[in-house]
């Protein structure tokens, strides 16, 4: 045998491990992960801890804001009470003389028909200018007018010379209260010819 072939070759080092080597790259390694692991769990706590902090403030904005409506409702609601109650109030007051005049005519007991006639058309004047300033206005339309269906009811409808759907006569007045219809006139219609 050759010396050649009874010495050992030496060995490669990329083929056999060394098992020092090994156990500090494992260490490395396993250091490396813990510490990454440290890092991505405080990451995901700050993460949490921020978005714990914006729901909490979410919420409290949510509660505040449906406070806010709650009591912007509750303050609507107690306008339109007040102001219901107030509009009648002032409706009602505006009719307090024309009941005063009402009992001062049947008070006097010597008043003659002339006298009782004027203070009857005076009351009528009082009355329709508490209803004119509470908005309540009369529909009086002229006869030869053209039927309005919006303020005008017709009652019956007769044959006559005129053109159809014009008003024969006024039957009662109507009113409106704030350009609503409080009550129609009713009216008679010519006939279409």
Do not use: W
């Not at 909490?56 to 949510?62: C, G, M, P, S, V």
């Not at 009941?99 to 004027?118: C, P, V």
């Not at 007045?173 to 010519?190: D, F, N, T």
């Amino acid at each position: 045998m050759s010396d050649s072939a009874q010495q050992p070759t030496p060995a490669d080092p990329s083929a056999a491990p060394n098992p020092a080597a090994l156990a500090q790259s494992t260490q490395e390694t396993t250091a490396a992960m813990a510490n990454y692991e440290t890092e991505a769990l405080a990451k995901c706590q700050a993460d949490l801890t921020e978005l714990q902090t914006k729901s909490t403030e979410l919420a409290d904005q949510y509660l505040r804001a449906k406070a806010d409506v709650e009591n912007a409702r509750r303050r609507a609601e107690d306008e339109v009470s007040k102001a219901r109650r107030f509009a009648l109030e002032s409706f009602a007051d505006s009719l307090l003389p024309v009941i005063d005049s009402l009992e001062a005519g049947l008070a006097s007991q010597d008043a003659n028909l002339e006298q009782i006639r004027e203070g009857t058309q005076a009351t009528l004047r009082q009355l329709i200018a508490a209803l004119e300033r509470n908005k309540v206005v009369v529909v009086d339309p002229s006869v030869g007018s053209k039927f309005d269906p919006h303020q005008h009811q017709a009652i019956s409808v007769v044959p006559c010379e005129q053109e159809s759907n014009t008003i024969v006569s006024v039957l009662q007045k109507g009113y409106l209260i704030s350009e609503r219809v409080l009550r129609p006139a009713l009216v008679m219609v010519s006939a279409s010819k």
